[in-house]
């Protein structure tokens, strides 16, 4: 059974950068993409960023392109999300999730089976 658990939030002034890092347990077969969500408060869930655990292909969504980087350690079995230039609105619940799904839709959650926890940034303007 896959496990997940994101670590790395915090307080960080606007402008700032943080790592958040999404640490894979289990079975090293049956990943086919990882993802990073947020979802803020009164605010659905939102897809940031989403990379196959194979190949280099990574998607980004709109308001995080050029300010986010989604990478990931295979051999480490982890996924990492850096963000820069942060702002206010980055603010939210973090969480990374995991599809074994090779169709899947990396940007809709509703592919995704296994989530972590989460972790929380704030973003001070």
């Known amino acids: 059974q896959v496990r997940l658990g994101e670590s790395g939030g915090g307080l960080v002034p606007a402008g700032g950068s943080l790592r958040l890092s999404c640490a894979r347990s289990?079975?090293?077969?049956?990943?086919?993409?990882v993802g990073w969500f947020r979802q803020a408060p009164g605010k659905e869930r939102e897809f940031v960023a989403g990379?196959?655990?194979?190949?280099?292909?990574?998607l980004y969504s709109d308001s995080v392109k050029g300010r986010f980087t989604i990478s990931r350690d295979n051999a480490k079995n982890m996924v990492y999300l850096q963000m820069g230039s942060l702002k206010p609105e980055d603010t939210a619940q973090y969480y990374c999730?995991?599809?074994?799904?090779?169709?899947?839709?990396?940007?809709?959650?509703?592919?995704?089976?296994?989530w972590g926890r989460g972790t929380h940034v704030t973003v001070s303007s």
């Open positions: 999730a995991s599809t074994p799904r090779e169709r899947a839709t990396i940007s809709d959650s509703r592919w995704y089976d296994t």
């Open positions: 289990g079975p090293t077969f049956g990943t086919y993409a």
């Open positions: 990379i196959r655990w194979s190949g280099n292909y990574t």
